[in-house]
Structure formats: structure tokens, C-alpha cells
């Protein structure tokens, strides 16, 4: 079993950067793939970016590419996102995902076992 609890959220405006911290707790950190995710509201969760156990491997959704950057440190069992500028559409809850595999990274809901609680990140235009 996996605990994860993001942090970092908030209200912004656009433009900004803002980092999204997702600390895990339960298990051996570098074992488990990575996610993040957002939905917001009236839409389904869709994907952000994922990374493997090592972080040399690195996907994510079309529309936060060049502007996100996921990346982790297994020391501190905690995975990250930055976020640089911001738009309104970015405007959702960020959730964390795990999935005990270390080698490749996913991109699918279905594809983790572990969520966070998530946090709200709100961008004002």
C-alpha cells in the first residue's frame, strides 16, 4: 500500500509558475512509476505527465508540453510537477498516481493502483 499527498496548489494568475509536490509514504519510492492527472470541473480526469522510477523517462499530455516538467527524488520519496506559464485552462484538482513498476511510465487511469486526495490549483486570466 501507497499513500500519496499532493501539496502546492493554489490560486494564480496566469502567466505564473507554480510546483506541485506529491510526497509518498508506505512503500519503497524508486519501485513505483508516476503520474499526474487533473480534472476539472464537468470534465474527466485526464492525463498530465508520467515518469518512470529513475526519471530518464518522461511523457506528457500535448497540452502542457514545454510549459510542465515532471521530475522526482527517490530520496525524499516525492514526486513533482512544475508548472510555468499558467493558463486559465489549467484550472483543475491535481491528483499523484503510483503504480508499482519501475521501469516504463504510464499514461491511462486505469494503468496506477494508488491515488492521492488531490490539489486545487486555480488560474486567473
Known amino acids: 500500500q501507497v499513500q500519496l499527498v499532493e501539496s502546492g496548489g493554489g490560486l494564480v494568475q496566469a502567466g505564473v509558475s507554480l510546483r506541485l509536490s506529491c510526497a509518498a509514504s508506505g512503500r519503497t519510492f524508486s519501485n513505483y512509476a508516476m503520474g499526474w492527472f487533473r480534472q476539472a470541473p464537468g470534465k474527466e480526469r485526464e492525463f498530465v505527465a508520467a515518469i518512470n522510477w529513475s526519471g530518464s523517462r518522461l511523457y506528457y499530455a500535448d497540452s502542457v508540453k514545454g510549459r510542465f516538467t515532471i521530475f522526482r527524488d527517490n530520496a525524499k520519496d516525492t514526486v513533482y510537477l512544475q508548472m510555468n506559464s499558467l493558463k486559465p485552462e489549467d484550472t483543475a484538482l491535481y491528483y499523484c498516481?503510483?503504480?508499482?513498476?519501475?521501469?516504463?511510465?504510464?499514461?491511462?487511469?486505469?494503468?496506477?493502483?494508488?491515488w492521492g486526495q488531490g490539489t486545487q490549483v486555480t488560474v486567473s486570466s
Open positions: 498516481a503510483a503504480r508499482p513498476d519501475s521501469y516504463s511510465y504510464y499514461t491511462k487511469i486505469n494503468d496506477y493502483n494508488y
